[in-house]
């Protein structure tokens, strides 16, 4: 008779198949248009949004309003990085290509921006309404606006907590953790759980790790399917 290890192990390992299905099933809307980005050489690839919150950012060096609105990005942006999930992608509205290096170098972090000269500029600022800058549009892997606020949400989290805003921002792409890559039963003298070493007086513990390679520790009782959506 199969033993109960073994069967859990069995299941976690075709939830795990079907959790890698679901990560590589679409590629985000903007994954047609090339991105740079400081540190790459050449184009970002094509799946580099997937599993992202996309913010994308019009801007330009020339437009004071910007210039003020920026350190307030760059600042809720240094807040939450850490999650790994948000990406900006910054569409500039300078006209010189020189101009426009110039302000990301100068003033910008390492944040996804589009060529200048490229077609997709002028395809994107229309499609956003970017008619008057600066503007900021969260947007869910289909390209959907879900968040036209995103300016006002910044002001208000700097105050106060980024990273429950971003919380919400997560909530409306429809972003996922999806942790699920492995979970084993860990018994007491076992060292290999998934991701990452396990310590060997954990004693029985159920594990689930994202990703990211980190690992969040459930009790047995603690674990439901919840975890996997």
Request: hydrophobic share 40%; net charge positive.
């Amino acid at each position: 008779m199969m033993s109960y290890r073994m069967r859990l192990v069995g299941i976690c390992n075709g939830l795990a198949r079907f959790s890698e299905l679901q990560l590589v099933r679409h590629n985000h809307y903007l994954s047609s248009v090339p991105l740079k980005k400081r540190g790459v050489d050449g184009l970002l690839p094509k799946d580099y949004l997937n599993n992202k919150a996309v913010v994308v950012y019009f801007s330009a060096g020339w437009c004071g309003s910007c210039k003020l609105l920026t350190p307030k990005i760059k600042k809720f942006y240094e807040a939450v990085k850490s999650d790994g999930t948000l990406e900006v992608v910054w569409v500039s509205q300078d006209k010189e290509e020189s101009h426009q290096l110039e302000y990301y170098e100068k003033n910008l972090p390492e944040w996804c921006f589009v060529p200048f000269a490229d077609p997709n500029m002028k395809k994107l600022a229309e499609k956003y309404k970017a008619a008057v800058i600066p503007v900021l549009k969260l947007v869910n892997e289909k390209g959907d606006v879900v968040n036209d606020r995103v300016r006002a949400d910044i002001e208000s989290a700097i105050k106060a907590n980024p990273m429950e805003t971003y919380k919400k921002w997560k909530e409306l792409v429809g972003l996922r953790k999806r942790q699920l890559i492995c979970i084993k039963w860990v018994a007491v003298g076992q060292c290999s759980a998934g991701p990452q070493h396990v310590p060997r007086d954990v004693g029985r513990r159920e594990i689930l790790g994202d990703l990211a390679g980190h690992v969040k520790w459930l009790r047995p009782n603690e674990f439901s399917l919840k975890h996997l959506k």
